[in-house]
């Protein structure tokens, strides 16, 4: 049997903040744990918020300048934790190239430990949140991700494009595609609930739409409310997720006269998640910014509709299924008025859950594990 790997994940982000990189982060420790090993998290202070999983060791912070959970790392860590949890790691994984991926780096490099990236983010999608200018601002962006990713022993990505993307920017180090897992059988156990498309405005017989996604700009939502505003019927759209554009949005909503057919949401227990997709009758997925998009491997799961704007990430996870749209509110609205025509065939239901097994969280967890032990034989045969 092999030994027990103590594992050390430095992340930017994490609790209390809610977003597909914390679920990944969160997934693979909690897979990693069950199979038998240990995993410290290394994350910057969040004032007032107690853990509810560990250990997590968070490093002091700072608030950034503008009003966000985002908070500013300052790499300091106690001798304690140095001698006691970073020196004794098997790995270092970072999940962010910022201040505490390049703690993790420094860490890996003093200690001679083996180091994997995780590329959760493409960087060049939000390049609108610096102010500068935003050609400049997407090489410096490119070249972060270059420069980090060619420093790791090995880089994870979620999908075969977002493998050619990084081998586009001059990523040399070996890349790995593993995609971000889910508990299945949690999003398979969804119902069809008519009290709860009541309770998103949706009368018997009327279409609900719904949208899992946090509400900012590289997330493309407006295209969805031009959508439903373009659309010859009326149709229910449900948005589930906050962000720092939902002020803007609901303006929007209301100039196209739509606001009566909009219902924002806010953050909800995830623990309403399966009941809440297989209760909408299509599943929407603007964004043109992920790098898998965990929200629709979590649509497939719970057997739902999907019209998805095409790119190559959103192809890689639909692997055939769901509908793909140009970038473009008409060709959505006509996506979603065809689609309210029909109802869903028994095959599509089955091939939107066989789909969904690739993303099985056991098999992250597995395939992470392989690479791991891969670099560590690695480092030995080296050392010999």
């Known amino acids: 049997m092999a ?31 069950k199979a038998g090993h240990e995993v410290f ?19 002091p912070s700072l608030p ?5 959970a985002y908070r500013l790392t300052l ?13 004794r790691l098997s790995i270092i994984h970072a ?13 890996a490099r003093r200690f001679h430990i083996p180091l994997v990236y995780t590329y959760h983010t493409q960087l060049e999608k939000y390049v609108h ?83 899992v996604s946090r509400l900012a700009r590289e997330k493309n939502t407006e295209l969805l409310l031009e959508a439903v505003a373009r659309a010859e019927q009326p149709l229910q759209l449900v948005l589930v997720g906050g962000g720092p554009d939902r002020a803007y949005l609901e303006l929007v909503a209301g100039r196209l006269q739509i606001a009566d057919r909009v219902i924002f949401a806010g953050e909800l227990p995830r623990e309403q998640l399966p009941d809440l997709y297989a209760s909408a009758d299509i599943f929407a997925f603007p964004s043109l910014s992920e790098t898998q998009g965990l929200v629709l491997a979590e649509a497939l799961a719970a057997g739902a509709r999907i019209v998805a704007v095409d790119t190559p990430q959103a192809r890689d996870v639909l692997g055939g299924c769901g509908t793909l749209v140009d970038n473009d509110a008409i060709m959505l609205a006509q996506a979603f008025e065809k689609l309210a025509g029909s109802n869903q065939t028994a095959l599509e239901r089955d091939m939107a859950l066989g789909a969904a097994s690739r993303f099985r969280a056991e098999l992250q967890t597995e395939h992470t594990l392989d690479l791991y032990r ?11």
């Open 41 to 59: 998290g290394f994350a910057p202070h969040a004032p007032g918020y107690s853990e509810t999983d560990g250990p997590i060791f968070r490093m």
């Open 374 to 384: 891969s670099l560590l034989a690695r480092r030995v045969a080296l050392a010999t």
């Open 3 to 33: 030994p027990a790997l103590r594992v050390g994940f430095f992340t930017e982000c994490y609790h209390p903040i809610v977003n597909g990189i914390v679920a990944s982060v969160d997934t693979l420790a909690e897979g990693l744990r």
């Open 129 to 211: 949140y610096v102010p500068f200018e935003a050609g400049a601002t997407r090489r410096a962006a490119s070249s972060l991700t270059r420069t980090y990713a060619n420093a790791a022993d090995a880089v994870i990505v979620p999908t075969m494009a977002m493998r050619d993307h990084l081998l586009q920017v001059g990523v040399q180090a070996p890349i790995e595609v593993i995609p971000t897992g889910i508990d299945l059988e949690f999003f398979r156990t969804g119902v069809r609930r008519e009290d709860l498309r009541a309770r998103f405005g949706s009368v018997r017989g009327q279409v609900l739409i719904l949208c």
């Open 75 to 87: 790499p300091f860590v106690s001798r304690g934790n140095l001698n006691g949890v970073i020196k």
């Open 64 to 68: 950034l300048p503008v009003k966000t």
């Open 95 to 107: 999940h962010s190239p910022f201040v505490t991926g390049w703690m993790g780096m420094r860490y």
